[in-house]
């Protein structure tokens, strides 16, 4: 039987419940995990700041990946390690052609040790879906006429808001017109109910961001599990040696994963973890490399 020295979890649709919530159960099982000896992480289509008060909840502070692979960040010294960013006449030309469907493009940029910013273009009336999303994830704000006249030298992450036939819409044209140019992924987020679509650099998936966590610590990917419900966790879920779906994962997930479990409103993901240290399917990782980074 296989042993794991390495889980990495999704954050929304997975670790927190459909209201947005950690539960007890949840906190208790990942400690438990640690304990155990497995190295606990990450990786999430949030950004570092739209996740600290969940990582702050569950008082474990990983090196994790953000933005849907983009960034790999040490939350416990606040430093980014890894990150992928769109070339910026590319960018330029996406924001041209998203504002001329009339959509308030966001970018998202990494400032570094000052964190990240959105920067919003009011070529188009802000949306609703973009309203709630900027309230609920309470990122710094700037404002700017035009995206497309921007210089994106600091862009990890293009995106819109909104709902969800505008977003396939606009998604397939984004596709038609760059093809392999780009990579694009629209992604529902149930806790708040909107409709987002990501636009990155091909090269970025949530699988690129892990295995740069796995390398620091010597891990295969055949000692790494897998946890999403999303379409963004697909890499992950097919690369790893086990990929696990949520049992609230849309289809495709599900069909990808080599295990289903419990649903994120029964707490399916704790109760795959005390699985986990039950059956003594987890190698304990030394912590002799001197990162410090896996620290609780």
């Given amino acids: 039987m296989s042993k794991y020295r390495l889980v990495v979890i999704d954050l929304d ?18 400690h438990r995990a640690l304990r155990a000896g497995l190295l606990v992480c990450f990786a999430t289509g949030r950004n570092w700041t739209e996740s ?77 879906a973009t309203r709630v999303w900027m309230e609920v994830t309470g990122a710094r704000l700037r404002k700017l006429p035009s995206l497309a006249d921007y210089g994106h030298e600091k862009t990890v992450r293009l ?12 998604k397939r044209s984004l596709e ?5 140019r780009l990579l694009c992924q629209n992604l529902l987020v149930p806790t708040y109910g909107v409709e987002v679509l990501e636009i990155f650099d091909p090269a970025v998936n949530k699988w690129e961001g892990v295995m740069h966590v796995a390398r620091r610590h010597g891990i295969e ?7 999403g419900d999303d379409i ?16 609230n994962a849309r289809p495709e ?7 289903v479990i419990g649903t994120n409103r029964e707490d399916g993901l704790a109760i795959f973890l005390d699985e986990l240290v039950d059956l003594h399917e987890v190698e304990p990782v030394s912590s002799g490399d001197g990162s410090g980074d896996e620290s609780t």
């Fill in 176 to 180: 038609t017109t760059f093809t392999s």
């Fill in 52 to 128: 600290r008060d969940i990582l702050e909840t569950l008082e474990h502070y990983p090196t994790a990946v953000f933005v849907g692979g983009a960034m790999v960040v040490d939350t416990g010294n606040r430093v980014t390690l890894h990150r992928t960013m769109m070339q910026p006449r590319l960018a330029m030309e996406v924001c041209r052609l998203l504002e001329d469907a009339g959509q308030p493009v966001l970018a998202l940029e990494d400032l570094g040790e000052s964190g990240v910013q959105y920067v919003i273009s009011t070529h188009a009336p802000v949306n609703e």
């Fill in 253 to 259: 997930v599900q069909a990808a994963a080599g295990r």
């Fill in 232 to 247: 963004n966790d697909l890499p992950m879920i097919r690369n790893a040696g086990l990929g696990v779906a949520m049992g």
């Fill in 159 to 170: 995106g819109i808001c909104a709902e969800p036939d505008v977003v396939r819409e606009v």
């Fill in 13 to 30: 649709g997975t670790l927190l419940t459909p209201s947005g919530e950690v539960t007890p159960r949840v906190k208790s099982a990942i």
């Fill in 221 to 227: 990917p055949d000692d790494i599990v897998a946890i």
